[in-house]
């Protein structure tokens, strides 16, 4: 039998990818100037739909570090301050002092964890429609003292998300393709809420939606572009990676100044819309990503150019700790 084993490791095995027709995987580790794809199963549950590297998944909340490293394009243009107070801008949705470092940080108290999504056929809801509550997830609230503590919130990335549009007078799916996509040549890669159907052709489906909910578009619908709306492929957010390290070592498509601010810890081991290794694995940046039926490990080091990324489309408990095992594991063997 051939071994499967990616670069020693299981990924199969540890993730259960079993046939031609259930789950399906793709994993991307970039070296230096080399990248090496991995890619197996199926990427529409129930169907032979061989998952192929340029294949797009939803990054669930590694949308976050996305729209964080867009937004410092305008911190670099002086467009956006990051510890201007925002509640005159934003106080039909907010009272009291809020900045987009609070809010990056997950360190301005408020609610909402993540978010569920739509059916890909419901009905467009905007950023006022979702932090209004008038859409499956409460309203916008602060529930924790203000920059007293690290409260993970979706509600408050999407929050920032607004605010962005406001001071820039674009979308983000506008803002990324302009400041981020083209730069670095990211082809497959966007806020694409909802797919149009040249990208559907190619698109993963979340888990089982394609059987329990649509066969023809298996995926829901995030008008949270900032928080969970972002496409990609391991390759093309191993390119990201690449960039916002090379941006903390000597500046790059960031400035050194913005990338470094990105990186550093505010609360807990959470910069801005990232996280960071323990005291073994210092040098490392890292984020999750949790959409209905679909999950992404994304990881980077700030020492070398070295970026792993994994994306699955199930998503359980089990699953998560089986990527970030995945993730981890590939790190360690190229760092």
Known sequence: MENRNYHGVDVDGILRIRGKKGYGVSVAVTKEDMTDTYCTGSGRYGQEYPVNTDMIFQAGSVSKPVFAMTLLRYVDKKEIDLDEDLSDMISDFIKGPVTFTALLSHSAGLNVHGFDGYPARSKLLSLEDVLSGRGNSPKIRRIKPYGKQFCYSGGGITLAELAFTRITGKTLPEAFDEEIAKPLNLVHSGYFQPLDDNRLLNAAFG?????????????????????????????????????????????????????????????????????????????????????????????????????????????????????????????????
């Open 207 to 335: 888990g089982r939606l394609g059987i329990k909910e649509d066969d023809k578009k298996g995926y829901h619908f995030y008008p949270e572009h900032a928080a969970a709306g972002f496409w990609s492929t391991p390759t093309e957010l191993n390119r990201m990676g690449i960039e916002l390290g090379i941006s903390y070592r000597k500046g790059g498509l960031i400035s050194k100044e913005s990338a470094r601010r990105m990186m550093k810890p505010v609360m807990a081991n959470c910069g801005l819309c990232i996280f960071r290794g323990d005291e073994t694995t210092p040098e490392l940046a890292y984020h999750g990503g949790w959409n209905e039926g679909f999950l992404t490990d994304f990881r980077f080091s700030l020492k070398e150019k070295l970026c792993v990324t994994a994306m699955i489309n199930r998503a359980n408990m089990k699953t998560a700790n089986e990527m970030a095992d995945v993730g981890d594991k590939l790190y360690r063997v190229f760092r």
